[in-house]
T-cell receptor, first 115, second 111 residues
Framework: EAGVAQSPRYKIIEKRQSVAFWCNPISGHATLYWYQQILGQGPKLLIQ????????DSQLPKDRFSAERLKGVDSTLKIQPAKLEDSAMYLCASVTSGSNRGEQFFGPGTRLTVL | SQKIEQNSEALNIQEGKTATLTCNYT??????LQWYRQDPGRGPVFLLL?????KEKRKERLKVTFDTTLKQSLFHITASQPADSATYLC??????????FGRGTSLIVHP
């Protein structure tokens, strides 16, 4: 089966600019996560979707970050305006349902550099 | 608040030996715990999941233990190879808890 797709792989922007990341999860996976991973740290959950509904966004900086999953398939994460501290890897993961629930399939990530 | 601790120092071992990585947690009662492998610049790759009612899980050269009394998981790689060199992340989830990852431990296997 095809894996989780993310684009772009790399992005360099200046502070105060906006940026958007795209994720296409594994077909049939209802749960989708966006994570932020700063160098040297573990992934930090930003938002969790179940189909097209938000399950948890308690750690999403809502003044500048937004995410949507309109048709319950692919998803976009946007930052506007970006700050220097947003430089990180942004990871998308999808989760199967049923007995294997919990196993997360990650995409290759988008490396964001904010100058 | 919930806290997950993994050794921040890299673990250096010789090829063929068993690598043992530790994950400790506090203020948490997870339903399950997972281990992932992450190579530089890439997304994590799932390795093993162990549930709160399981003590041990094995997959090929990998073994995970889960002690909910000690609030600790141990991850073992037997007959380690240089190709096993990577960062290993533990993650907890379940119940009302969102998925939470530790910062990972770097494993370096020397030939």
């Amino acid at each position: 089966e095809a894996g989780v797709a993310q684009s772009p792989r790399y992005k360099i922007i200046e502070k105060r600019q906006s940026v958007a990341f795209w994720c296409n999860p594994i077909s049939g996976h209802a749960t989708l996560y966006w994570y932020q991973q700063i160098l040297g740290q573990g992934p930090k959950l930003l938002i969790q979707f179940q189909n097209n509904g938000v399950v948890d966004d308690s750690q999403l900086p809502k003044d500048r970050f937004s995410a949507e999953r309109l048709k319950g398939v692919d998803s976009t994460l946007k930052i506007q305006p970006a700050k220097l501290e947003d430089s990180a890897m942004y990871l998308c993961a999808s989760v199967t349902s049923g007995s294997n629930r919990g196993e997360q399939f990650f995409g290759p990530g988008t490396r964001l550099t904010v100058l | 608040s919930q806290k997950i601790e993994q050794n921040s120092e890299a673990l250096n071992i010789q090829e063929g030996k068993t690598a043992t990585l530790t994950c400790n947690y506090t203020n948490y009662s997870p339903a399950y715990l997972q281990w992932y492998r992450q190579d530089p610049g890439r997304g994590p790759v799932f390795l093993l999941l162990i549930r709160e009612n399981e003590k041990e899980k094995r997959k090929e050269r990998l073994k995970v233990t889960f002690d909910t009394t000690l609030k600790q998981s141990l991850f073992h790689i037997t007959a380690s190879q240089p190709a096993d060199s990577a960062t290993y992340l533990c993650a907890l989830e379940g119940g009302s808890y969102i998925p939470t990852f530790g910062r990972g431990t770097s494993l370096i296997v020397h030939p």
